[in-house]
């Protein structure tokens, strides 16, 4: 190889040399600005994140300050009420016992100046009222008769139902109760539907 041929097969390395040195050099670069952008941006990030947390932070320990304020005062609210309903209650009580006092007194002094007047009208009352005892106590004892066999007989509100409806309870009554019910009918109201219907009845149940 001649020496020309040689210098320029040269001087092509040192351009390709230096064109490869551009280019790693160029791609370094690149990564390094990369990972420098990279970099930044976590630590933006991060930054980001932490403003975030602090900010919520804040706001919750703002909130949970609000709450605890709220609830103080919900609490003395609440006492405030207490204490003003005990002491209208109290005052209540003592209004009540100052009027029951004077009225009990009033009824005391009533009742002694009555005590002679009605010590004088027992002894002429005792003879009517004991005429009286006696026709209330036959006119009680009746009416006791007349609301216990209400109160047993087998259909209440009998003699102002329909036979439809009386109908309509006989189911669960037992023989006993249906010949009571029969006897009735027929001292009273005597409808021959209800009281073919009892005899119906009784037959079938024995």
């Known amino acids: 190889m001649d020496r020309g041929k040689a210098q320029d097969v040269n001087e092509a ?13 160029l791609v370094y670069g690149q990564a390094t600005e ?10 933006q990030f991060s930054e980001l ?33 207490a204490r003003e309903s005990v002491e209208a209650y109290a005052e209540f009580l003592d209004d009540a016992f100052s009027r029951y006092r004077s009225g009990a007194e009033r009824a005391t002094e009533t009742a002694q100046r009555g ?13 009517t009222a004991a005429g009286a005892a006696g026709a209330t106590a036959g006119a009680a004892a009746g009416a006791t008769r007349e609301a216990a066999d209400a109160a047993t007989f087998p259909i209440p509100g009998y ?3 329909s036979v439809d409806e009386i109908e309509g309870r006989l189911g ?9 019910l029969r006897d009735h009918e027929r001292q009273n109201q005597n409808r021959k539907t209800l009281i073919d219907r009892y005899d119906q009845k009784l037959r079938a149940s024995s």
Not at 13 to 25: I, P
Not at 34 to 43: D, F, K, P, S, V
Not at 115 to 127: C, N, R
């Open 115 to 127: 005590a002679g007047t009605l010590a004088d009208a027992t002894t002429g009352l005792v003879g």
């Open 172 to 180: 669960p009554l037992t023989d006993d109760q249906v010949e009571r």
């Open 159 to 161: 003699d102002s139902m």
């Open 34 to 43: 990369a990972g420098q952008r990279q970099q930044q941006r976590a630590r």
């Open 49 to 81: 994140v932490a403003d975030n947390l602090r900010e919520q932070t804040e706001a919750n320990r703002a909130a949970a300050q609000q709450l605890s304020e709220q609830a103080q005062r919900q609490q003395q609210a609440g006492q405030d009420l």
């Open 13 to 25: 390395a040192r351009r390709f040399a230096e064109t490869l040195a551009d280019s790693y050099r």
